[in-house]
């Protein structure tokens, strides 16, 4: 399995990726729009995307970060935003390598570190993001504001 970062030629199967990533999240299945998405993220570069390949070239698994800057640390902060590993590869340690990219690159960024958030339901990422060093903050409180358009 290779670890690399995702490219426009991908996009078809990075597409499929991202459609059973949002299934997973209750999301309605929209195909068209996910292609555009992750499209628009690859030609902007607006967010940093690594697949795991496996030797035949098939896409079992991805990353995706979107930069963001710590004020108080004065920092550069990746946001964790998606992770996905295809159900027919999981217990692999797939989701793992592609968590140990996404450290490299805030290495490589010389960023203050990695965040992400995730359902109180997701058993199987509240077991995973402890156990690659990520640490639960319970004394934060997390906000959010939908725009109704």
């Known amino acids: 399995m ?3 970062p995702a490219l426009l030629t991908d996009l078809r199967s ?31 570069n607006d967010s940093k995307i690594y697949v795991c390949e ?3 070239g098939a896409l079992l ?12 640390r004065m920092r550069k902060l990746w946001l964790l935003n998606d992770l996905f590993v295809q159900p027919a ?8 390598l592609l968590i ?5 690159l805030a290495k490589e960024t010389n960023a203050a570190g990695l965040m992400l958030e ?6 199987i990422g509240n077991q995973l993001y402890p156990s690659t060093g990520f640490k639960l903050i319970a ?11």
């Open 2 to 4: 290779t670890i690399r």
């Open 14 to 44: 990075l597409t499929n990726l991202f459609e059973g990533y949002r299934t997973f999240y209750q999301k309605d299945p929209n195909p068209e729009t996910a292609k555009a998405f992750i499209s628009e993220r690859l030609i902007e």
């Open 54 to 56: 496996n030797n035949t």
């Open 61 to 72: 698994g991805f990353v995706q970060l979107y930069p963001l800057f710590s004020s108080t």
């Open 89 to 96: 590869s999981r217990g692999r340690g797939i989701s793992k």
């Open 100 to 104: 140990q990219r996404a450290k490299q």
């Open 118 to 123: 995730t359902g109180v339901s997701n058993e």
């Open 139 to 149: 004394a934060s409180n997390f906000y959010e504001w939908n725009n109704p358009a």
